[in-house]
């Protein structure tokens, strides 16, 4: 049609930043590539364009944009590393920084945890936050919530695929929490990149265990401190509100950040932050000793007699039967092979 503009624009979203560009409509994927790699350094070959689909796959290089049927202004998240950039980790960093980015709120949780004004903000979300429930809670389960960016994932990393900035052991410890464990996943950022993350880590889709339901920034509350001002956290009333077999007792949530969970500090247990995937993928364990932790812990009746900060010390009182770890697991396989 005479005057029907023949660019399309996409917003490509890669390395925490965003690239407008503009691309000819009646293109093919391998000319909205060459767009990308001007725009990024990243070269076609390395860049993986999460959630653009063809007949239920990735698109070939000869597709036709116009078969894509992309809306105006499409936002695609990219993962894919410069070459620059996967020449520099074959040589470990001269200095890692080891301060996690988080404020010190001890002096601030007493103060916010039952203000009258922030429970009244929970008992809205409540009421209107709606859930998706992927799979229905178990009968008798506790309650495990995660968060993703930095506790599950490197999201910072440029990386060819979302294996190479998983935690290890993701699976393993998944599977050995849904034993005992409802598992939900509550991210900081909207649910089109929480769902975008959790299927290209194979999480949704994983056999072994099954997510209940995912929660997204729609869900938290903003709160005030005097020290720091507004901030955004996760209130885990919001979830209690809406599961009445769920409560303090029987919920421990693990986040990077432990202002996250200023509404409910006892409940958080502040994971180490998982960043620089490439160094430190071959040596991180963090989920192999919280996979033991939370085994040890699942009989108890009270999760409020705990004080998590103290978790990599806590020593069931007595070893029951089938408790046996992702670690232990874990090691007896290598022995088999």
Request: glycine share 4%; proline share 4%.
């Amino acid at each position: 049609m005479a005057g029907e503009p023949s660019d399309h624009t996409v917003v490509i979203k890669w390395s925490g930043q965003e690239y407008k560009l503009s691309v000819d409509k009646d293109g093919m994927v391998a000319d909205l590539k060459k767009t990308i790699q001007d725009a990024t350094g990243v070269l076609p070959e390395r860049q993986k364009l999460l959630g653009l689909k063809f007949k239920g796959k990735p698109p070939a290089d000869d597709v036709h944009l116009t078969d894509l049927k992309l809306k105006p202004t499409t936002k695609i998240m990219m993962m894919g590393s410069r070459e620059e950039e996967l020449d520099k980790v074959k040589e470990a960093p001269k200095d890692l920084p080891e301060v996690v980015n988080d404020f010190d709120i001890e002096e601030e949780e007493i103060a916010i945890e039952n203000r009258e004004e922030y429970l009244s903000k929970i008992d809205r979300r409540i009421k209107d936050y709606k859930i998706t429930v992927l799979n229905e809670p178990r009968q008798g389960k506790k309650l495990l919530v995660l968060d993703i960016d930095y506790t599950l994932f490197d999201h910072r990393s440029v990386a060819e695929t979302a294996n190479e900035l998983m935690r290890p052991y993701l699976h393993e410890f998944l599977q050995s929490a849904y034993e005992d464990y409802d598992i939900v996943i509550w991210s900081a950022t909207g649910m089109k990149w929480v769902e975008v993350k959790m299927k290209e880590l194979g999480v949704t889709s994983n056999p072994n265990y099954k997510i209940c339901f995912m929660l997204d920034s729609l869900a938290m509350i903003s709160v005030h401190t005097p020290k720091y001002g507004v901030i955004e956290v996760k209130a885990l009333g919001v979830i209690w509100g809406k599961y009445e077999q769920w409560s303090a007792k029987n919920t421990i949530m693990f986040d990077d950040i432990r202002r996250n969970f200023i509404m409910n500090p006892q409940t958080g247990l502040r994971i180490r932050a998982f960043r620089e995937a490439h160094f430190n993928r071959d040596k991180d364990r963090e989920l192999l000793k919280l996979s033991k932790y939370l085994k040890d812990i699942s009989a108890l009746d009270d999760f409020t007699v705990l004080n998590h900060r103290h978790w990599e010390r806590y020593r069931p009182k007595r070893k029951h039967e089938n408790t046996e770890s992702v670690e232990e697991k874990s090691d007896e396989k290598a022995n088999d092979t």
